[in-house]
C-alpha cells in the first residue's frame, strides 16, 4: 500500500514563526501537492510538484513556499505564520500519467496547524 | 471563486436508506470527476470516479450520475450503513495534460447515518 507520511499531526506555532511541514511518500510517485483543508470551504490547493526541484503554484500559495530536493519527500514552508493559517494541511501523491492506470491521489493524515 | 459547488452540506439518513449528495462545476475543461471519502483523523480517500464519456458509473452500492449539458454529477449511496458516516467530497480535474492530478474540491458533506 502507498505511504504518505506527514512529520506531525498536530502543530501549534507562535504568529511570525516560521515553519516546515514535511510530507513523505514511499511509492517513487512523481507528483507530489499540498492541500490546505477548511470547515465550509473543503480541500484548496496551495502547490504542486511534478519533478524534483520543480514546482507550481496551485489556487491559494500567498505566504506559502514549498521545496521539493527529493522524489519522496515535499515540504510546505511558511515563512512567517499568521493567524489566518491555521489549518488542516494535507499531503498527497500520485504516478505521473505516463506511469498511472488512473488519477487517483494517495492523501497522508494530515497535520493539524494552529497558530497563535 | 469556487469552481466546484457541493450541497448539501450536511446529511442525516436512517440505516438502509438512499443517500445523494450534488456537485456542479463550471469549468467544461474539467474531464475527471473523482468523489473521495474521508473519516476523521485520516486524510480523504478516492471512492469512485467517472468521466464526462459516460451518464453513470456503479461500485457496489456507490453510484455516480453524470449530467454533462448541465454540469452537474451526483453520488448516490444505496443502502446506507453507518460505517458510511463520514464526509465526502466531490472534485474536478484533468485526466491528463499539464495539469494531471490538480483537482478543485467542492466544500464536503458531512454524512451521517443512523442506526
Keep these: 500500500d ?3 507520511t506527514q512529520s506531525s499531526r498536530y502543530l501549534v506555532k507562535r504568529t511570525g514563526e516560521k515553519v516546515f511541514l514535511e510530507c513523505v511518500q514511499d511509492m517513487d510517485h512523481e507528483n507530489m501537492f499540498w492541500y490546505r483543508q477548511d470547515p465550509g470551504l473543503g ?3 496551495i502547490y504542486f510538484s511534478y519533478d524534483v526541484k520543480m514546482k507550481e503554484k496551485g489556487d491559494i500559495p500567498e505566504g506559502y513556499s514549498v521545496s521539493r530536493e527529493k522524489k519522496e519527500r515535499f515540504s510546505l514552508i511558511l515563512e512567517s505564520a499568521s493567524t489566518n493559517q491555521t489549518s488542516m494541511y494535507l499531503c498527497a ?3 505521473a500519467p505516463q506511469r498511472a492506470l488512473n ?3 494517495f492523501f ?3 497535520t493539524q496547524l494552529s497558530v497563535l | 471563486q469556487q469552481q466546484v459547488k457541493q450541497s448539501p452540506q450536511s ?3 436512517q440505516k438502509g436508506g438512499i443517500s445523494i449528495i450534488n456537485c456542479a462545476y463550471e469549468n467544461t475543461a474539467f474531464d475527471y470527476f473523482p468523489w473521495y471519502q474521508q473519516f476523521p483523523g485520516k486524510g480523504p480517500a478516492l471512492l469512485i470516479a467517472i468521466r464526462p464519456d459516460v451518464s453513470e458509473k456503479k ?6 450520475s453524470f449530467n454533462k449539458s448541465a454540469k452537474q454529477f451526483s453520488l448516490h449511496i444505496m443502502d446506507s450503513q453507518p460505517g458510511d458516516s463520514a464526509t465526502y467530497f466531490c472534485a474536478a480535474g484533468y485526466a491528463g495534460g ?7 474540491f467542492g466544500q464536503g458533506t458531512i454524512l451521517t447515518v443512523h442506526p
Excluded: C, D, M, W
Design chain 2, 59 to 64: 461500485e457496489g452500492r456507490f453510484t455516480i
Design chain 1, 108 to 110: 497522508g493524515s494530515g
Design chain 1, 103 to 105: 488519477e487517483k491521489l
Design chain 1, 43 to 45: 480541500l484548496r490547493l
Design chain 1, 93 to 95: 501523491s500520485s504516478l
Design chain 2, 98 to 104: 499539464t495539469s494531471y492530478g490538480k483537482l478543485t
Design chain 1, 2 to 4: 502507498v505511504k504518505v
Design chain 2, 11 to 13: 446529511l442525516i439518513v
